[in-house]
T-cell receptor
């Protein structure tokens, strides 16, 4: 089934630990995005990639890093997790950067203790 | 301050009834506005998209309206069903950078 997959579905993590959230899409979309969703707030962009090999910072990039080695995969890494990074993380993709519908993955619920 | 404000934050409606959700935005210049539906534990899914020149767009029992002059949009749900229970998110795209501005969403609960 075409779409976006994310892993893990949920994770509880001790503060200070390193964590990588995985995202894979099979729609051959050029652009990919990472958002976090917190209660009472709209989705906020963490990092984005307009095409394989390029990445950019979004609205809330501090404490996160990304890479885009190929078209399909866009992992998000928390180098040293802190409790304020407790959130639900969504990966999304779109055919064109800055245009078109963004398709979202099912999300990863991350709790940092 | 969020540039996309949604109201109400939540509402409960009886199955079969209609409801209207509101979205006010200050984003400028404006490219398009989408309404997304987000089921609990899932990612958002697009319902409708409207550009500057469109006033109304329907998708089944969902009808979105847009007044670009007053910067207001609404989403009307007709004859609600239990499956309509979800969060509805208003998303506005800024012209220059293609950046998206997300509202916080309206949580709708449809009860039997």
């Amino acid at each position: 089934i075409a779409g976006i997959t994310q892993a893990p579905t949920s994770q509880i993590l001790a503060a200070g630990r390193r964590m990588t959230l995985r995202c894979t899409q099979d729609m051959r979309h050029n652009a990919m995005y990472w958002y976090r969703q917190d209660l009472g707030l709209g989705l906020r962009l963490i990092h984005y990639s307009n095409t394989a090999g390029t990445t950019g910072k979004g609205e809330v990039p501090d404490g996160y890093s990304v890479s885009r080695a190929n078209t399909d995969d866009f992992p998000l890494t928390l180098a040293s997790a802190v409790p304020s990074q407790t959130s639900v993380y969504f990966c999304a993709s779109s055919g064109l950067a800055g245009a078109g519908e963004q398709f979202f993955g099912p999300g990863t619920r991350l709790t940092v203790l | 301050k969020n540039q996309v404000e949604q109201s109400p934050q939540s509402l409960i409606i009886l199955e079969g009834k209609n409801c209207t959700l509101q979205c006010n935005y200050t984003v400028s210049p404006f490219s398009n506005l989408r309404w997304y539906k987000q089921d609990t534990g899932r990612g958002p899914v697009s319902l409708t998209i409207m550009t500057f020149s469109e006033n109304t767009k329907s998708n089944g029992r969902y009808t979105a309206t847009l007044d670009a002059d007053t910067k207001q949009s609404s989403l009307h749900i007709t004859a609600s069903q239990l499956s309509d229970s979800a969060s509805y998110i208003c998303v506005v795209r800024v012209v220059r950078w293609g950046k998206l501005q997300f509202g916080a969403g309206t949580q709708v609960v449809v009860t039997p």
